[in-house]
């Protein structure tokens, strides 16, 4: 019976002191901000161009405490997330003769944390995308950027990064559809 018992706080102990050392993003759900369009696009991809696959930081004193990753695929995320807003839309051309062909590039993801500070906004997260529409014989690049900011009393890992990151991350591709729909109409 000891044995047992000796197990079960074995186990509780193991599970109590563990952290997660990457942040989880939630599948894309579709926002339904964009109106169904009377436009039609070839969507070619989207591109991983950032400089770093770090995406969250908790700062301590100015000095940097832990980084963290993402557990997912960003570029197949959002690969499936801009599809699905297309879809719902009805501007997505899977027959490739649309003459609008949209590449979009992701060119930064970053979280930040700042630690006992009396600030309140001690969480930002800022997300960085490159439109790049292909029309005819002209190409229009836009840059777009998605800014959070939040007060968190505190974070101990990866998982106190999701919210801000989640809600970035579907803001940023809402507002993309839409300045695409703005561009090329």
Same mark, same amino acid.
């Given at each position: 019976?000891?044995?047992?018992?000796?197990?079960?706080?074995?186990?509780?102990?193991?599970?109590?002191?563990?952290?997660?050392?990457?942040? +989880?993003?939630?599948? #894309?759900?579709?926002?339904?901000?964009?109106?169904?369009?009377?436009?039609?696009?070839?969507?070619?991809?989207?591109? !991983? @161009?950032?400089?770093?696959? &770090?995406?969250?930081?908790? #700062? %301590? !004193?100015? @000095? &940097?405490? %832990?980084?963290?990753?993402?557990?997912?695929?960003?570029? @197949?995320? #959002?690969?499936?997330?801009?599809?699905?807003?297309?879809?719902n839309a009805k501007m997505l051309n899977n027959k490739n003769v649309s003459?609008? +062909?949209?590449?979009?590039?992701?060119?930064?993801?970053?979280?930040k944390y700042t630690k006992y500070s009396l600030d309140s906004k001690n969480?930002?997260?800022? &997300? =960085?995308?490159?439109?790049?529409?292909? =029309? +005819? !014989?002209?190409?229009?690049?836009?840059? &777009?950027?998605?800014?959070?900011?939040? #007060? =968190?009393?505190?974070?101990? +890992?990866?998982?106190?990064?999701?919210?801000?990151?989640?809600?970035?991350?579907? !803001?940023?591709?809402?507002?993309?559809?839409?300045?695409?729909?703005? =561009?090329?109409?």
């Amino acid at each position: 019976m000891k044995k047992i018992i000796l197990g079960i706080c074995v186990v509780f102990l193991f599970i109590g002191c563990t952290t997660k050392v990457q942040t +989880d993003i939630k599948p #894309y759900v579709t926002l339904h901000q964009n109106e169904v369009e009377n436009l039609s696009i070839n969507f070619i991809g989207v591109n !991983d @161009k950032r400089d770093t696959q &770090i995406v969250s930081t908790i #700062y %301590n !004193d100015n @000095k &940097i405490e %832990n980084q963290y990753s993402l557990s997912s695929n960003v570029q @197949k995320w #959002y690969q499936e997330a801009f599809k699905r807003e297309f879809e719902n839309a009805k501007m997505l051309n899977n027959k490739n003769v649309s003459g609008i +062909d949209v590449i979009v590039n992701i060119t930064k993801i970053s979280a930040k944390y700042t630690k006992y500070s009396l600030d309140s906004k001690n969480m930002s997260a800022n &997300i =960085k995308i490159e439109l790049v529409i292909k =029309k +005819d !014989d002209k190409t229009i690049t836009s840059q &777009i950027e998605t800014n959070q900011t939040l #007060y =968190k009393p505190m974070i101990l +890992d990866a998982e106190g990064f999701e919210s801000i990151l989640n809600e970035g991350m579907r !803001d940023s591709v809402s507002k993309t559809v839409a300045i695409l729909i703005e =561009k090329i109409k």
